[in-house]
């Protein structure tokens, strides 16, 4: 009869277990520096209407591009076979491209104080965003996609996701990805402008009145936003309506309508409360637990 060892017992005591679930980093941590990169933008937009000191926007990139590195090295420590599981994956993929498309915001603000510097980071940000935002859209094509796995965050890599608006309602823990579809437009005309100068015509015109009626879409959605539960997802919203409030700043900046240091007063509070205080119940969530992690058996995309 064999002689049962230690070492065996334990094996065979494990072996109807199922394997032990390990945390990981998901891609969807990366909506934060992109949420406070966006809320930069915002404080940068008001300089020309409120004379705001540089430094605030500056302190506000400076947190988005620490927070950044760190979620890049811990998500690149999980090795190039969880990047790939991740971009297959139908609900996750969107949000993997968010680790290129950061630094572009980054970029260009470091492009006022170093402007060599600041292309370089955005020509870098661009390609490998073209790169990941053309490999996600092959997979969408030729991976057969499931309409009930898409939802808005797919406008995150290419901007041109109308499937968003046609696929059935997200699940519960991407609701949250809704008000991205009010960044589309808000950030096209922001880019816009900057590419003419300022320039109000009929297309910086339309892209205003199309950012305009996202804004009103979100009312249908505040019954939806009121039942969530706190997660990661909830800087979409700092990022969003960041973004559109640059925008309406560099409107408020343009034409100058009676009360705009009233109007942009307010954008910029209302704004900057947005993000103080999902940052605040981000440090909460953080300090109870595994926040920006999904538990995943043996390192695959869930």
């Known amino acids: 009869m064999p002689v049962l060892t230690p070492a065996d017992a334990l094996s065979l005591a494990g072996a109807g277990r199922p394997a032990r679930r390990r945390p990981r980093v998901a891609p969807i941590a990366f909506v934060v520096p992109f949420g ?4 930069g933008q915002a404080w940068r937009a008001a300089g020309a209407e409120l004379r705001v000191p540089p430094t605030v926007a500056g302190a506000i990139f400076v947190l988005a591009a ?10 690149a420590a999980q090795g190039p076979r969880q990047v790939l599981a991740d971009l297959r994956d139908a609900v ?14 980054l970029g260009a603000a470091l492009a006022m104080a170093a402007f060599s ?45 109308g499937r968003g608006g046609a696929a059935p309602p997200p699940p519960g823990h991407l609701v949250a990805t809704l008000a991205v579809e009010l960044a589309a437009p808000a950030v096209a005309g922001s880019a816009y402008f900057a590419l003419t100068g300022g320039s109000r015509n009929f297309i910086a015109c339309a892209l205003g009145g199309y950012a305009v009626l996202m804004a009103v879409t979100q009312l249908r959605f505040v019954p ?7 997660s990661p997802g909830f800087w979409a919203f700092v990022f969003s309506y960041a ?10 900046a343009l034409t100058r309508p009676p009360g705009a240091a009233g109007y942009a007063t307010a954008i910029l509070t209302l704004i900057t409360i947005l993000g103080v205080a999902v940052a605040a119940r981000t440090i909460m969530a953080i300090a109870g637990g595994p926040f920006f992690t999904v538990q995943d058996p043996g390192g695959t995309s869930q």
């Open 117 to 161: 510097a600041g292309r370089a980071l955005v020509v870098i940000s661009l390609l490998l965003t073209v790169a990941a935002g053309g490999w996600l859209t092959g997979q969408w094509i030729a991976g057969h996609l499931d309409q009930d796995s898409a939802h808005p965050g797919y406008f995150l890599p290419t901007v041109a996701g």
């Open 36 to 39: 406070l990169a966006g809320l």
């Open 243 to 252: 973004a559109a409030s640059a925008d309406a700043l560099q409107w408020i």
């Open 92 to 105: 996750l993929g969107p949000f993997v491209p968010l680790a290129a498309i950061t630094p572009a915001m």
């Open 224 to 230: 939806l936003y009121a039942r969530l539960r706190f």
């Open 66 to 75: 620490g927070i950044w590195l760190v979620l890049v090295a811990r998500y």
